[in-house]
């Protein structure tokens, strides 16, 4: 089993830049692939970026190619969210979850066993 606990959300204005960090616990760590998703007031979850097992492979959402970098470190267990030229819109609730790598269905599209509570990122215009 693997626990998630983000950080790094804040208040921040449109153009400047937040560092989100997820902690995992368990010994499986390396084991999972691992994404980033946000969800915003009233609207549905989206997934934002994923990174290989390995973290030789990533994948982003295309509202946040350029500007969001993902990377992990799989000695301390944790995957970071490098958050760039932050618009309004990307205003969320940004959730770490663990994916379970499928060849099949491809870095990003597999399924996610594990979730964390979440962290709020508010970007102001």
């Known amino acids: 089993q693997v626990q998630l606990v983000e950080s790094g959300g804040g208040l921040v204005q449109a153009g400047g830049s937040l560092r989100l960090s997820c902690a995992a616990s368990g010994r499986t760590f390396s084991m999972y692939a691992m994404g980033w998703f946000r969800q915003a007031p009233g609207k549905e979850r989206e997934f934002v970026a994923a990174i290989s097992t390995s973290g030789d492979s990533t994948y982003y959402a295309d509202f946040v190619k350029g500007r969001f970098t993902i990377s992990r470190d799989n000695a301390k267990n944790t995957v970071a969210l490098q958050m760039n030229s932050l618009k309004p819109e990307d205003t969320a609730v940004y959730y770490c979850?663990?994916?379970?790598?499928?060849?099949?269905?491809?870095?990003?599209?597999?399924?996610?066993?594990?979730w964390g509570q979440g962290t709020q990122v508010t970007v102001s215009s």
């Open positions: 979850a663990a994916e379970v790598p499928s060849a099949a269905a491809g870095l990003g599209y597999g399924r996610y066993d594990y």
